[in-house]
């Protein structure tokens, strides 16, 4: 890597958003919700340093992205109802010709208002003289209360330049609104352009899934599994992931969120797998277990086929209606019978809605079933509402992930432990049936042994 030397060329062409209708329409919607009283200020994220000079991959803000469709650092959005001069100003970056030689294309102020449709845009440096005027008078300020310490501070500073101008019979806003309220129940129902993308995410990763399952083999390295499942997405248009793939073999599949992913393959292992790609802002959350071999054991198999009954018994009650809870009861419910049945729970005369309030499961099933997935791969909305479970409405997607983790140490029947198994689809709610986005990758057992069995897997 180079150190930066003075330039004067200018790199890269603007790029046309494709969904500027929606991004647009998003705005009014939102404008209409804030009232006059109020103004929305969502800062962009800010970049973070790899080691010494050297930055992170750069990922917008979930929110500012939503809303806006604006893809660099040092920005601050700004909605503003009823100003005169226009209700959407962006505070971004200026053009600099040196610097984009070195760190590639600006937008600029003239890109702001061409590209994203900002009513005024202004150069970041700009932003303590010129809003201090946009918060004058208004009674409430709307942004990400508590997520940035920095920018809390900045709010405050605004604040007290407004209150200073008193005397001129300048009123400050008195009230500050966590923009969590306004943005993210919208966030939790998806438009049919979002649909379209999550779509292509979970057929993206869905590939590279089933590449990954005819590579493996006893030899063969969890990271070398990795590094297929990441050249499968990006040759297919996704580069990055939403989350750092979880690759565990054997005992490492007991581990939540395993992410070392440094070891081998054993013959007669199964595998778990829990990645999924993001693209144009949009994650895909997958997982599958599959053994190492090609074939599981009898053993294996009694666990997978438990896990695989729970998954299918939750993914029947995503249906626009039921509540958030369901799914994981009934995959608890169908857990915690098999658990019994396969000799890993004692019932002790325990019916079986007393052994899943006692939680028995706990020691094999720790986590819930699902989450929302959208533009965070755990996204943004609320799961209760009034303090009772939310009900399903179509456009809302989420995951159905039950699993079973025998630890090695486990008080558990020798030939489980050590076996750990998750199933992980995305789901769509509907009018009807649930949507599921991950079907293609296989999950039946004999699925899974006919494609690796199909398949050259060499070391």
Sequence with gaps: MNDPQPQTSVAGPAR???????????????????????????????????????????????????????????????????????????????????????????????????????DEAFPIAELDQRLPDILADRRRVVYPLGLDDDFDRRVIGWLRAVRALARKGISAPSELVSADRYLHERRLIKSKSELKIMRRAAAISAAAHQRLMQRAAPGCTEQRLEATFLAACAEQGARFQAYPPIVGSGANACVLHYVENAGVLSDGDLVLVDAGCELEGYASDITRTFPANGRFSAAQRRLYELVLKAQRAAIAKVRAGNHWNQPHKAALKVLTQGLVELGLIQAEGADLKQLIKDERHKPFYMHKTGHWLGMDVHDVGQYKQAGRWRRFEPGMVLTVEPGLYIAPDAEAPAEYRGIGIRIEDDVLVTDGEPEVLSAAVPKDPDEIEVLMAAASRTV
């Design 16 to 118: 046309p958003l494709s969904n500027a209708a929606e991004l647009k329409q998003r705005r009014r919607d939102l404008l209409k919700a804030l009232g006059d009283e109020a103004v929305l200020l969502l800062p962009a994220a800010p970049e973070v340093i790899r080691n010494r000079d050297v930055h992170h991959p750069y990922r917008q803000s979930s929110d500012l992205t939503w809303l806006t469709g604006f893809p660099e650092p040092e920005a601050v959005a700004v909605l503003a109802p009823k100003r005169k001069e226009g209700a959407f100003v962006l505070f971004c970056r200026p053009r600099d010709p040196e610097r984009e030689v070195w760190d590639g294309y600006r937008y600029g102020v003239e890109g702001a208002v061409e590209q994203f449709g900002a």
